[in-house]
Every structure is written in structure tokens, then in C-alpha cells.
């Protein structure tokens, strides 16, 4: 009898994924050096005048991220598919919008936590009035979960294609239009003084959605790929 | 067109008494709409033996994992362990699938340890458990270094701790030598001895005579 | 010696605080590049007993094939 | 041709060989260090434009110049390696990288931090400070891609031909930053030309330049000693060098 309980599951599956990502560093310093980099093309593109450079700021460093998540989508469900652990995953007795769940969390604390750790560089490069800092920052925190959440719908969609890597951005880059435009209208109203709540509930509100109802969508995802 | 044209199964004493595992009927599949059985009939007592075989392509891995659950037939009903409720059937079910489950970054350690907690089950001595498999002095290294045999044995461990009732285990003796295939029927004998069913496919005979063997040919293959 | 007393030493004509901030951050890296060093080397002694222990199991597995 | 150099190809007597300089070149480093700091720090008179706070001199410009000298190092071992297939010479380009890139990554700090006092900001984007940054992303790919593969022999030639590459690519990115910044020099005013040096001055910046010379000799040896130790974890010599004669026998 294969007595395991949900908890288990969750905690197994972090485990793993976070063994895997420590053997491999890589697979997590790339998607953030990427974001060190783009960031610092903008200044040499459009000149490091601190006033243009502060406008463009927030904006500059969300669609990085947005980017940086598409990079590391790959290492969601790719190695489990290819190594047939995705079978055994779809095999567990608790449901497996659980362990889709998991797979999200693990995938946050891996490239989006990071991510928000690293924005200060990235505000100081860019020039980012220090005011603005914080509401990023608030910004990135509510908003790389909901990243996490879509990449993984779209990266069980297209784990069993063969180049899924621009389909990949083709399906999930409207569904983070919303989260753009909530996340830098905050920074903007931070950076000018004005209220920022509004925003930043919303954002708040679209991760509790998105997380509750992406597990369900990856979970049927992840069926329709492995069969 | 291929169709179930055989189903030799040996004289099968069906007591009343022995509880039947897995219970098909009327199944059919088709994939990439080439009809690879239809009408299919099966059922698995309890400490038996079901070993499917037939040519490359002709269903063989597509039924087991139908049997698993991992895809669902065209048409036809299964039913395990006469419930229906997913959650105590898949606890009760073991699949090993061509692919090895096993993380390459990871040691075969790691692995075993891994995979044990996601089975449920504890394991007092893993050095002891991967010796037995033939994995000594391979134990801490990571999988990629491992030849296919090797990664294979990690992923056949499962069967020495398991408390599943029914395996499905698709071709488990390939890239396997002599001494594991004889190691791998050993543990078959033992599981079927103490009430636990067992669905194979391979391509090589069984050595072991098993009390309750069904044979399934699936015909055809590639028209 | 460029500076009259230690307290003006420490305040370094109002730079004091980049100027160890700066002193600072570079020990701490080539601290860090140092002491890295020294942790690969117990590292290696580690592999390497690792290393030894599994040449003796292999040794022991061909002695149980060639027995069996 | 260069028949002397052959021995050092083998593991074995390179590690020896590094480990009689080593302990000569880690003093002297160490000392030099001492001397060159605590004049620089305490002795050396202000400057008269940016007062005390151009002390900073005394470790950015050595750490700017090491970290440019280790890339043009690596990349010539990395020829060293790819022309003469010396197994050394791949293994100390593993042992080169990461140094270079702490030197880098500790002189754009330093940088940034003299800036502080004299531009108001955090991060400028100065012509020098953005050529550094720009060098320690070619030390990171460098280093990125050494990791990336699991064999580190493949992965040492991989990230050698990608130094000898960065390094044709240094001096143009070099020019192209600074005309880039002469472009929008309306925008920023740099007045960070290095300080007219008297000799009081230039004396304790010679001996912290020597001081980085030796440090980054003696880090770059230690850590190519390693380096063999790990390539070599097979052969005998290391397991009694690691584990010593007690517990072999």
C-alpha cells in the first residue's frame, strides 16, 4: 500500500527539484545574469542620462523579468519528461494538481525569488529613483508567482513538442499583459507620490487566482502531454 | 485492419475464491488514428501472471498504459481492484515504463531515497537494497555516469520495497544482462507467491513457470 | 603620517566612510576567494576518501562475480 | 622546440613545482600587500582636489589593471592549451577565471564607491566603470560556461576558446565605451582622471601594485595545485598527497 500523504508529496518533489538545482547551478544563475545583462544594454542604447533612464526603469526591469521567466520555463517539466519521472508524477495517488503545485513553488523559489533579491541592482543600474525601490520590489514579490504560475501552463503544454521555446512566449505573453500594466502603473504612482494600494491589491488578488486555478490547468496539462 | 486474433491463455483454474485484480472489457485504441486492438478482453486474478507479446508496434506499451492509467482507452471500461476511485486503486498499482524514472543529475542514492518517500514506504538499509540490485561501488555517483542496465536497476528497486499488489512493468528486462534478468524473475516468483499480479511485456521468453501464466498476443503490428 | 591623531585617521577628512567601505569590500572578496580556496581543498580530501571507498566496493563486487 | 617545458606538462611536477614557489609567493604577497596599503591608507599625503577620499586609488587601479592582466593571462593559456593541447595549461584556465573575476568584481566595486563622494550616485555610467562591468560579463560567461559541462576537460576548452574570443573583443569594447561616453558626455561630467601623482603618492600605489601581482600569482597557483588535485583524483600520487601515508597502508 502506497500510504503517502499530500504533504509528502509537496515536500518530496521541493526536495528534489532543489537537489537537482543544486547539482546543476546553471540552470539558476543564467536566467539572472541574463537579466544583468539586458539591463545593462538600455543605458548604452539610450544613453545613461539619469532622467531618461528613470523614466523607463520599471518598465525595463518587469518585461526583463517577464523574459528571464520564459528562459527558465525550460527546466520545469523538460528533464522530468525526458527521464520519464513526469510518469510517475501523473501515477502518484494525491491529485495531481498538488504536485503541479509544488512544481510552481519550487520553480518560484528557484528564478523568481532571486529575481526580486537581485531587483536593487537593477534599480541602481537603471537609475530607478530610490523611492520607487520598494513599490518595485512589492511589485516583483506579488508578481513572480503569477509568472511562475502561467510559464508552467505553457511549459506543460509544450513539454512534449519538440522545440517548444517560441510557442512557449506566443502563448503565455498576453496573459502577462495585465501584470505589466498593474505592476509599473505602482511603481509610477509610487515614484510621483500618489497612492499605490489600488494596484497592489490587484496584483495581490491576481496571484491568489492565479495560483489556485494554474495547478488545475498544468494538471490537465501535464495529462494530455504524457499519454 | 488488427485485431485481437488470439488470446491463448493457459487453462486458468478460476477458483471462485481468488480476487481478481484488474478487469477489462471491450477495449480498443486507436493512436494517430491507426486502430492498434479493438474488443479487448482481460481480466487479472491475484497472483498471476499476464505476459503480452507481440511484434514492435502493436499496441503492447499503449494497453499498459492504459492498464496504469496514464491514458485512457477509445472505448472499453477498466476496473481496478473493483473500485473506482482513482486514489485506492493507483496506491494498490506500481507502472515502470520504458523510460527509466530516474533524475540524472542525481546519485543513485538520492534517487532510491527519493523516489522511496514518494512511494510511501521507508527503507531501512539503502546500500544493502541497491548491493542486492547489483549496484555496489556505484552507489554515489551520479546517474549520467550510469549505463543504461545500471539506471534500470535503480528504477527496478522500487520493486524490493514496494507493498503495490499489481505490477505493470513494460519490457523490464531490456539493457538488463543474464544475471539481472534472473534476479528480476526471482523477485516475480516471490510477488506472485505472496498474492501480487503481475502484467509484463518482453521480448525475450519467461525462464520462470510461473502457476497462473496468461499469454495476450496483440497481431499485427505495422500494416 | 599624514594624519595628526587615530580618531582623524579613522575619519579620514569626512571620507572615512567610503573610503573603508570601499577597503572593506575588497578584503571581504579576496577573503572570500581565500577562503574558497581552502574549502575546495577539504572538498577534494572528501572526494578523494569518497573516491578510495568506492574502489574498494568495486574491488569486493568483482570478487563476488568471480566467486559466484 | 621548448623542450624544457614539456615535464611541467604532466600533473605530478607542476604540483610540485607550484609547491615550492607557492609559500615564497604567498608571503611576499602578503607583505607587499601590508606595506602598500597602510602607506597608501596612512602615510601618503591628500590630494589637494578630492582630499582623502582618492585613497580608494590605492586598491581600485591595481584590482582594474589584475583584472584586465588575468583575462589576457587566461586568454594565453587558453592558446597555450588549444595550439599545444597542454593538459595544464586547460586546467589553469580554470584556475585563472575565477581570480580575474573577483579582481573585477572588486574593482568595479571600488569604483563605484569612489564615485560615490565625487558624482553623487551609487553607479555612474563612467567609460571605465561600464568597460569593467562589461569585463567581469565576459569573466561570468567565461565561467558559465566552464560549469555548464560535466566534463571538465571539454568544459576548460570550451570556455578557452571564449576567453581567446573575449579577448580580441576587450580592446574594441574598450573604445567603443569610451567614444560611447565622450557621445553623451553633456549628460555626465567625468573629471575622473587619476590624480596628479606626486611621488609620495606614487610610491605606496607601486608597491600595492606589486602586492596585487603577487596575491594574484599566489591565488592563481594555489588554486591551479587544486586544480590538478581534482583532475587527477585517480592517480596515486594524489590520494597520498591527499590522504597521506598513514592511512593508506
Known amino acids: 500500500m502506497n500510504n503517502v500523504t499530500t504533504w509528502q508529496v509537496i515536500s518530496t518533489i521541493i526536495a528534489r527539484d532543489w537537489r537537482v538545482a543544486m547539482r546543476r547551478r546553471s540552470d539558476i544563475l543564467n536566467p539572472l545574469l541574463f537579466v544583468l545583462m539586458v539591463v545593462t544594454l538600455f543605458p548604452l542604447a539610450v544613453g545613461p542620462g539619469p532622467d531618461v533612464l528613470g523614466r523607463i526603469a520599471a518598465g525595463v526591469i518587469w518585461v526583463v523579468a517577464l523574459l528571464s521567466s520564459l528562459l527558465g520555463s525550460e527546466r520545469l517539466f523538460r528533464d522530468d519528461y525526458l527521464d520519464g519521472t513526469l510518469e510517475q508524477l501523473v501515477l502518484l495517488p494525491t491529485p495531481l494538481a498538488v504536485t503541479a503545485l509544488a512544481k510552481i513553488i519550487i520553480h518560484w523559489l528557484l528564478s523568481g525569488l532571486p529575481l526580486v533579491i537581485l531587483t536593487p541592482v537593477c534599480a541602481l543600474l537603471l537609475k530607478l529613483p530610490m523611492d520607487g525601490w520598494a513599490t518595485l520590489m512589492l511589485t516583483l514579490l506579488l508578481g513572480t508567482p503569477i509568472l511562475s504560475a502561467l510559464t508552467a501552463i505553457g511549459a506543460a503544454l509544450t513539454v512534449s513538442l519538440g522545440r517548444g521555446g517560441a510557442l512557449l512566449s506566443l502563448l503565455l505573453l498576453p496573459l502577462f499583459i495585465p501584470l505589466i500594466i498593474f505592476a509599473s502603473a505602482a511603481v509610477e504612482g509610487a515614484l510621483v507620490g500618489a497612492p499605490i494600494l489600488g494596484q497592489v491589491l490587484l496584483l495581490a488578488g491576481l496571484m491568489v487566482l492565479t495560483l489556485t486555478l494554474a495547478p488545475l490547468a498544468v494538471a490537465a496539462a501535464i495529462r494530455v502531454s504524457v499519454n | 485492419m488488427t485485431s485481437l486474433d488470439s488470446v491463448t491463455s493457459h487453462p486458468v483454474a478460476q477458483q471462485q475464491g481468488t480476487e481478481i485484480l484488474l478487469h477489462a472489457q471491450h477495449l480498443s485504441s486507436t493512436r494517430a488514428n491507426r486502430l492498434l486492438f479493438r474488443d479487448l478482453e482481460l481480466s487479472i486474478p491475484a497472483s498471476s501472471v499476464l505476459y503480452v507479446a507481440g511484434p514492435n508496434g502493436s499496441g503492447k506499451s499503449t494497453l499498459l498504459r492504459m492498464l496504469a492509467g496514464l491514458y485512457a482507452p477509445s472505448s472499453g471500461t477498466v476496473s481496478r481492484f473493483a473500485t473506482d476511485d482513482n486514489e485506492t486503486w493507483q496506491r494498490q498499482t506500481l507502472f515502470i515504463g520504458h523510460k527509466p524514472a530516474v533524475k540524472q543529475a542525481l546519485t543513485a542514492l538520492d534517487n532510491l531515497q527519493l523516489q522511496a518517500q514518494l512511494d510511501g514506504a521507508q527503507i531501512d538499509d539503502p546500500w544493502q537494497l541497491l548491493e542486492t540490485v547489483g549496484l555496489l561501488g556505484l552507489e554515489d555517483i551520479p546517474a549520467q555516469q550510469l549505463s543504461a542496465g545500471q539506471q534500470r536497476r535503480i528504477a527496478l528497486t522500487r520493486l524490493w520495497y514496494s507493498r503495490a499488489r499489481l505490477w505493470i512493468l513494460d519490457e523490464p528486462f531490456t539493457a538488463l544482462d543474464q544475471a539481472g534478468i534472473n534476479l528480476l524473475q526471482e523477485r516475480f516468483a516471490e510477488h506472485c507467491a505472496n498474492g501480487g499480479a503481475l502484467v509484463l511485456t518482453s521480448h525475450q521468453p519467461l525462464t520462470w513457470q510461473p502457476q497462473q501464466l496468461q499469454t495476450l498476443t496483440l497481431g499485427g503490428g505495422h500494416e | ?68 | 622546440m621548448w623542450r624544457w617545458l614539456h615535464p611541467y606538462a604532466k600533473g605530478e611536477a607542476t604540483y610540485r613545482l607550484l609547491g615550492h614557489w607557492l609559500p615564497w609567493l604567498a608571503i611576499s604577497a602578503a607583505l607587499s600587500l601590508l606595506v602598500g596599503i597602510v602607506w597608501g591608507l596612512a602615510f601618503a599625503p591628500p590630494d589637494y582636489q578630492q582630499g582623502d577620499s582618492y585613497r580608494i586609488i590605492y586598491i581600485h587601479v591595481p584590482a582594474a589593471i589584475f583584472s584586465m592582466g588575468a583575462y589576457t593571462g587566461m586568454a594565453i593559456t587558453a592558446l597555450i592549451a588549444l595550439v599545444w593541447q597542454i593538459r595544464t595549461a586547460e586546467w589553469a584556465i580554470a584556475a585563472i577565471a575565477p581570480v580575474g573575476a573577483v579582481l573585477t568584481a572588486v574593482s568595479l566595486f571600488t569604483g563605484a564607491v569612489w564615485g560615490k563622494p565625487m558624482w553623487g550616485t551609487w553607479w555612474e555610467w563612467d567609460a571605465r566603470l561600464t568597460s569593467q562591468l562589461i569585463l567581469l560579463f565576459l569573466y561570468l560567461g567565461v565561467l558559465a560556461l566552464y560549469y555548464a559541462f560535466d566534463d571538465k576537460r571539454t568544459g576548460a576548452k570550451a570556455a578557452g576558446i571564449l576567453a581567446l574570443v573575449g579577448v580580441v573583443n576587450v580592446p574594441i569594447i574598450h573604445y567603443s565605451v569610451y567614444w560611447w561616453n565622450t557621445l553623451h558626455q553633456g549628460a555626465t561630467i567625468t573629471k575622473f582622471e587619476k590624480p596628479s601623482m606626486a611621488t609620495s603618492m606614487l610610491i605606496p600605489l607601486l608597491i600595492c601594485l606589486l602586492g596585487f601581482a603577487l596575491f594574484t600569482a599566489a591565488m592563481i597557483c594555489w588554486r591551479l595545485r587544486h586544480e590538478i588535485l581534482r583532475q587527477e583524483l585517480h592517480r596515486p600520487w594524489v590520494q597520498q598527497e591527499l590522504i597521506g601515508q598513514e592511512k593508506l597502508n
Not at chain 3, 9 to 16: E, L, P, Q, R
Not at chain 3, 35 to 42: D, E, G, N, P
Request: hydrophobic share 45%; net charge positive.
Open chain 3, 1 to 68: 603620517m599624514a594624519f595628526s591623531s587615530f580618531q582623524e585617521f579613522i575619519v579620514m577628512g569626512g571620507y572615512g566612510f567610503f573610503v573603508w567601505l570601499a577597503f572593506g569590500g575588497t578584503f571581504l572578496g579576496l577573503g572570500l576567494l581565500v577562503l574558497r580556496s581552502v574549502v575546495a581543498r577539504r572538498h577534494l580530501e572528501k572526494a578523494c576518501a569518497d573516491h578510495m571507498r568506492r574502489q574498494e566496493r568495486l574491488a569486493r563486487r568483482q570478487k563476488q562475480e568471480r566467486s559466484r
